[in-house]
């Protein structure tokens, strides 16, 4: 799950080894992170092309250091929730919606980051 597509065989075999691996371990959501490795992969390099960064090789470093070192990743997904027109979330009677709220950056979680 540590592989950035190159062609439709590779997304064929993608999904291939998640049939594997959630028939062995029931839904690992493994494959999410293969899905965001290679969003971000794209995202790098878009931002290349057009702020002329150097932010995909320093990715791709990072993934291979990652294969190289044998390491597992892991993402989270999470529903976006609608807010009402008077920006707050209707069930949280005036509590501000998560997309509202602080988050946390890479940088003050201790997670590797891009830049």
């Known amino acids: 799950m540590l592989h950035i597509n190159e062609n439709s065989q590779d997304l064929l075999s993608k999904l291939e080894a998640v049939r594997l691996v959630c028939r062995t371990s029931g839904c690992a959501q ?29 990715f791709l470093a990072y993934m291979h250091d990652v294969q190289d070192r044998d390491l597992t990743l ?36 201790g997670a590797p980051r891009l830049s």
Not at 76 to 84: E, V
Not at 100 to 109: D, G, N, Y
Request: proline letters at 3%; charged letters at 20%.
């Open 30 to 58: 493994r494959y999410l992170t293969h899905d965001a490795l290679n969003g971000i992969f794209q995202a790098t390099g878009l931002t290349d092309d057009r702020h002329d960064t150097d932010y995909s090789q320093r």
């Open 74 to 109: 892991g993402v989270a997904m999470t529903d976006a929730k609608a807010t009402a027109p008077s920006g707050r979330c209707p069930s949280q009677s005036g509590r501000l919606c998560a997309h509202q709220s602080a988050v946390r950056t890479a940088s003050s979680s």
